[in-house]
């Protein structure tokens, strides 16, 4: 009986959140250089997915 309440209860769990991309010091310093504000550092990610040109895929690499 116990394990079919423990069965519920995992049912009932919230899916992980997403993991967030891990981006080095080094690519933040780079994005500074450049003059990313910190909204538009905050969009990269997103901006990775929709656009895969040269100029944004170093956002990536992390």
Same mark, same amino acid.
């Given at each position: 009986?116990? /394990?079919?309440?423990?069965?519920l ?12 991309p891990?981006?080095s010091?080094?690519?933040?310093m780079?994005?500074?250089?450049? /003059? ?15 656009d895969?040109r040269e100029?944004?895929?170093w956002?990536?690499?992390?």
């Open positions: 009986m116990k /394990g079919w309440f423990r069965a209860r995992w049912e009932r769990r919230r899916p992980a959140p997403a993991p967030r891990r981006i010091p080094e690519d933040k780079i994005a500074a250089w450049w /003059g990313y504000t910190e909204q538009q550092w905050a969009e990269l990610p997103a901006l990775v997915q929709v895969k100029t944004v895929t956002a990536r690499t992390a």
